[in-house]
């Protein structure tokens, strides 16, 4: 069966000439961190999981990344404030790339992608999830598109006297398809144009712009370099990974000063909130006594300007009644009955009036001196 591949055709050849995926090209290699950002190396070809056949046909210094790892990666930095996907592939087989990327996606706006050396179909797939690509000026991007190769080995087979039959069940007429008749170059023809849909329309929502913008003016399947990535909005800048990483860890500071002060401020709204519920209640409470002062003073007289007196210089109840009886000013009615007892003449209190204690006792004490 014929594999899909999103790569860039130069590396298929490459890979179909010699069996090594490891001899297209060894990428430098970057430090796992970077002003205390995690960096994920996304290097060489793309596969959807490790194996032992793709560790035999890497060769030595070869550099395979798998779907499987680097979404592995994206789960351990979850909690980490920026993600750094450090790309140079050419870019790997179909399977699980569109999920990754969407994971990717969804990880916005922590995860950004640097592209070292190349980020080529697959590889572009996956850094345009990110929230941000920045290239080296000398990096490449692009080959959005499916490529499928096929061998036509029946000449050297008919030379070598070597005939192959296939007998394949009646209900199954395409599972033996090949790209060297008309219908079967159609079928193969159309499965790689719906995977090509699928790039270039999650290529189009990751980037902002619309599926007809990414046909007409990323590369048309080839690769392009920065400068011309940056003005065609394939890349949104173009730096060193050094002044890069330092820009990004320097923003982080900045985010985490910012977070120290917010934290700051919310301990003092804190505490201030506690002083003035604190506040409100002391306030709630000397309402209440005022209200309390006032209805004892209203109990004691109804002398205007005695009331007046008391309530606006704050005078309590027994500091009026002591004035009252030192200043001769209480109304004294001699009882025609009762000669020898004068009283206070005041008007019955309601049984829920506060006066009425402090009345009685005022009362009481004209009584007594009354009677001296």
Do not use: C
């Not at 798998?66 to 750094?84: F, M, P, R, W, Y």
């Not at 061998?151 to 007998?167: N, P, Q, V, W």
């Not at 990323?218 to 003005?231: D, V």
């Amino acid at each position: 069966m014929l594999q899909p591949w999103l790569v860039s055709p130069e590396w298929l050849s490459n890979f179909l000439a010699s069996g090594s995926i490891g001899s297209f090209r060894a990428p430098s290699k970057m430090p796992s961190s970077w002003h205390n950002l995690p960096i994920i190396p996304i290097y060489g070809a793309i596969v959807p999981r490790g194996s032992a056949y793709m560790s035999a046909i890497s060769g030595d210094g070869g550099n395979i990344s798998t779907v499987e790892g680097i979404s592995e990666a994206l789960d351990q930095h979850a909690n980490s404030e920026k993600i750094i996907l450090d790309i140079d592939s050419p870019g790997g087989v179909v399977t699980g790339i569109s999920e990754l990327a969407d994971k990717i996606y969804s990880m916005r706006p922590k995860v950004e992608a640097y592209v070292s050396g190349m980020a080529a179909s697959a590889a572009y797939w996956l850094a345009s999830a990110a929230n941000k690509i920045t290239m080296s000026d000398t990096a490449e991007v692009g080959s959005v598109g499916v490529v499928m190769s096929y061998t036509d080995y029946s000449e050297l087979l008919a030379k070598m006297g070597i005939k192959i039959k296939d007998i394949i069940s009646s209900n199954a007429p395409l599972k033996r398809v090949t790209p060297d008749t008309d219908d079967g170059l159609s079928y193969y023809q159309a499965r790689i144009d719906e995977i090509a849909s699928v790039f270039v329309d999650k290529i189009a929502k990751y980037r902002g712009v619309p599926s007809a913008f990414v046909l007409s003016n990323f590369g048309q399947g080839g690769l392009i370099g920065a400068k011309a990535a940056l003005s065609s909005g394939m890349a949104d800048q173009i730096s060193t990974f050094k002044s890069y990483g330092a820009k990004v860890g320097k923003a982080m500071q900045d985010i985490e000063s910012l977070r120290a002060e917010v934290d700051a401020l919310k301990a003092e709204n804190a505490s201030l909130k506690d002083r003035i519920e604190a506040l409100k209640n002391d306030s709630f409470a000397a309402i209440e006594a005022e209200k309390k002062r006032v209805a004892a003073l209203l109990g004691l007289t109804s002398d205007k300007d005695i009331l007046q007196e008391a309530i606006m210089n704050g005078l309590s109840p027994g500091d009026v009644a002591m004035q009252i009886i030192t200043s001769g000013r209480a109304q004294i009615v001699q009882n025609a009955d009762q000669p020898t007892a004068p009283v206070i003449s005041y008007n019955k209190p309601k049984e829920s009036d506060p006066g009425q204690e402090m009345r009685d006792g005022l009362l009481a004490a004209i009584r007594r001196k009354s009677n001296v």
